[in-house]
């Protein structure tokens, strides 16, 4: 019987722990089919952050390290400049990247590190049990904004694509989400150009794609999809900020 | 090899690069800044990378990503540069990864001075970082033994797979010496390093460097390995010096510049007659306790001296195990004891004062 569709490569056949209704799945497909497509699966070296994805080194079938919460895009430093002829990424959530990972972030930005970061954004601390993050909407309740956020004490939500592509050194930056099948397309396309600009050696590329909390948000998935849509889709618009040819004319 | 006339710090650069190491992450900080200077001149030489990181932080959390490719990396700082690369040491520990962190020790705490102190000797020997972990810690006398112990500590590191750490301070790293790299220091048989994330290449399953352990039955599992290996280290890597010990009514304890400057006390003390020795641990963790508590019956008191107001004196008394009174006398906040400072105590203590 022909095979018309399997599992990537790129994935372990260990059984994920996410929650029903959770992107990360999906983002983790994207990674894997893309670390395959491009061959580089056995070259490929991957970071793992603290949060909900903090076991996403059991389910990448390459090497992996786990870093430290928010240190991701130091650990992978270390790693790529060692290993210039490897691949190396880092996968971090908006708690991890967006609140107490920023400095190392926007330094491996600003260095132009050739590496390229997967930031899953659902604005809530998943892990912990569904705390405001930095990216949490105006008014929304989480468990630490139990009367919905409030910008007058907690700031805006943070736009961290908007603000990595003020960063010279970085190289590609794109938000995308994974709410329909024309998205994941486009999600995909995204993840796989920044890792061919990684390959081609020009520096840092990062891809922001939103993504679901159905669990702490308090929905079923349907419903957390269509408020992604009707929030964060229109607080955190979709669309490249940066890509390489841009850097080159500037 | 003949000798050379080295600033410490710059001996360690030089004594790393000797040893294979050819990475540096690191970040200035008063009184160590001439050792990443070093590197940063240095390592593109020989075909190394110097980076310059955004913070302390970062410095460690690079050298974690660097030491899981299995080469040889290192990392320097001075004490609050160190207290924040605890959380970095502690997961360099749990996830079993070789590497060499050398403190040049300034006067604490807070942002205190950037005078000599040997106040991190708690930080360096207890970690300030969370878990049941240990640093394998030389604290060497001269910037001859600094630059012995920083090629030792490489091999050490990748022997134990276990982070080293180098105890200077701020006396050590400014300070010149004449010093001679050696070509016969003993060298470990060491294990290949196939847990290391460089790709799998196809040839083999995926490695993971990783300090999680979700499971307790797990962690506690990795706990009593990890304490096997702390077992052997206190079995196998303490080192320590005597210095007229046998006859001594009093031993003074003492390591690093303190340990200089006591030696300089014994022996005025010695051409007046009086029955004065040294006990200077070079490892502060393991801790020589044998030799405290194994002292000659001659010796009726230990005076432990040290730039702090008293840091090592915990572990003196724990060898000691309450055999003789253990005194006390130092200067901190960046103030260097005198001999004469040495020998008055030393004095008093034998009148019967105090």
Request: charged share 20%; aromatic share 8%; with cysteine.
């Amino acid at each position: 019987m022909a095979v018309v569709f399997q599992k990537t490569r790129g994935l372990t056949d260990v059984e994920t722990h996410y929650c029903p209704g959770c992107t990360h799945g999906i983002i983790h497909r994207l990674v894997g089919e893309v670390l395959e497509e491009l061959g580089v699966l056995d070259e490929a070296i991957g970071v793992a952050p603290v949060g909900c994805s903090v076991l996403a080194y059991n389910y990448f079938n390459c090497d992996m390290s786990e870093a430290a919460h928010g240190r991701a895009p130091a650990v992978a430093t270390g790693i790529k400049r060692l290993l210039p002829e490897n691949v190396v990424f880092t996968y971090q959530g908006d708690g991890d990247l967006a609140s107490i990972g920023t400095a190392e972030i926007v330094h491996a930005a600003h260095r132009s590190e050739n590496i390229t970061t997967i930031f899953v954004n659902n604005a809530i601390y998943g892990m912990t049990g569904g705390q405001m993050a930095p990216t949490t909407m105006i008014g929304q309740r989480t468990t630490t904004s139990p009367y919905g956020r409030d910008a007058a004490t907690t700031g805006m939500p943070i736009k961290i694509s908007e603000m990595l592509a003020q960063v010279p050194g970085a190289t590609f930056v794109e938000r995308v989400a994974v709410n329909t099948p024309g998205n994941v397309r486009k999600a995909k396309k995204a993840i796989k150009r920044a890792f061919e600009l990684q390959l081609a050696g020009k520096g840092f590329g990062i891809i922001e794609v939103l993504s679901t909390c159905p669990t702490n948000w308090g929905l079923d998935p349907v419903k957390a999809l269509r408020w992604l849509e009707d929030n964060l889709m229109v607080y955190y618009p979709l669309g490249n900020f940066r890509d390489y040819q841009e850097v080159e004319n500037a | 090899m003949s000798k050379v006339l080295m600033k410490g710090n710059e001996a360690i650069g030089a004594a790393a690069i000797a040893a294979g190491c050819k990475y540096f992450f690191g970040y200035p900080i008063t009184p160590q800044s001439e050792l990443p200077e070093y590197m940063s001149a240095h390592l593109p030489r020989v075909g190394g990378v110097y980076l310059q990181a955004e913070s302390e932080v970062a410095a460690i959390n690079m050298v974690y990503g660097a030491a899981g490719t299995g080469k040889r990396v290192m990392t320097s700082s001075s004490s609050p540069g160190i207290a924040l690369k605890q959380e970095g040491i502690s997961y360099i520990a749990g996830a079993e990864l070789p590497c060499v962190i050398v403190n040049i020790v300034r006067g604490g705490p807070g942002l205190g001075s950037i005078q000599p102190a040997q106040s991190d000797y708690n930080q360096s020997t207890r970690g300030g970082g969370d878990g049941d972990y240990r640093l394998l810690v030389y604290a060497p006398g001269s910037i001859q033994e600094m630059v012995d112990l920083v090629q030792i500590a490489f091999d050490k590191a990748d022997y134990y797979r276990n982070p080293v750490m180098v105890l200077g301070d701020g006396m050590m790293g400014q300070m010149m010496e004449p010093v001679e790299f050696k070509d016969d220091l003993p060298k470990m048989e060491l294990p290949e390093k196939d847990w290391a994330t460089t790709g799998t290449k196809g040839q083999r399953k995926p490695n993971v460097i990783n300090s999680l352990y979700l499971a307790a039955e797990e962690l506690e599992q990795h706990n009593i390995r990890l304490q096997k290996k702390y077992d052997e280290m206190k079995q196998n890597e303490v080192r320590y010096e005597e210095y007229q010990i046998e006859d001594a009514e009093l031993v003074i304890a003492a390591y690093g510049t303190t340990a200089r400057i006591a030696k300089a006390a014994v022996d005025q003390l010695r051409e007046a007659g009086i029955k004065v020795g040294l006990f200077r641990p070079i490892t502060v963790w393991p801790y020589p306790y044998d030799v405290v508590k194994n002292l000659p019956e001659s010796v009726k008191h230990i005076l432990c001296v040290e730039m702090s107001m008293g840091q090592m004196i915990d572990d003196v008394r724990i060898g000691n195990e309450g055999q003789r009174p253990v005194h006390f006398v130092g200067r901190s906040g960046g103030m260097i004891p005198t001999p004469q400072l040495v020998v008055d105590k030393v004095n008093e203590i034998l009148n019967g004062g105090k």
